[in-house]
């Protein structure tokens, strides 16, 4: 069974940067990882995902080159980290794990979830 923890998530100011972070319990070698976030009222959208069989990345159009997704197997934790933060957004930030290593870009390829850390921009 995988469980995954997620944290860093806090208040920040628009232009600022912060890093996410997901410690992951269980056999994850193998799995595709990634983030996921939900704003209130809204579906969650795909974030990052890294791929195990060669870290092959992948990002969503509206953080491409803002954010970079990584992952340190010997300690087991992902990483998002996160540049140029938007404003006045609050999103719940989740990490996500599947056992198929495709990097699927839709919410029902991800078989694990953590519980989700938030980010809230503001100034």
């Known amino acids: 069974q995988v469980q995954l923890v997620e944290s860093g998530g806090a208040l920040v100011r628009p232009g600022d940067s912060l890093t996410l972070s997901c410690a992951a319990s269980?056999?994850?070698?193998?799995?595709?990882t990634g983030w996921f976030r939900q704003a209130p009222g809204k579906g969650r959208e795909f974030v990052a995902s890294?791929?195990?069989?060669?870290?092959?990345?992948y990002y969503a159009t509206s953080v491409q080159g803002r954010f970079t997704i990584s992952r340190d197997n010997a300690k087991n934790t992902l990483y998002l980290q996160m540049h140029r933060l938007k404003s006045e957004v609050t999103d719940i930030y989740y990490c996500?794990?599947?056992?198929?290593?495709?990097?699927?870009?839709?919410?029902?390829?991800?078989?694990?979830w953590g519980q989700g850390t938030p980010v809230t921009v503001s100034s």
């Open positions: 996500v794990a599947d056992s198929v290593d495709s990097c699927s870009y839709a919410s029902a390829g991800y078989e694990y």
């Open positions: 269980g056999h994850t070698a193998g799995y595709a």
């Open positions: 890294i791929r195990w069989s060669d870290s092959r990345t």
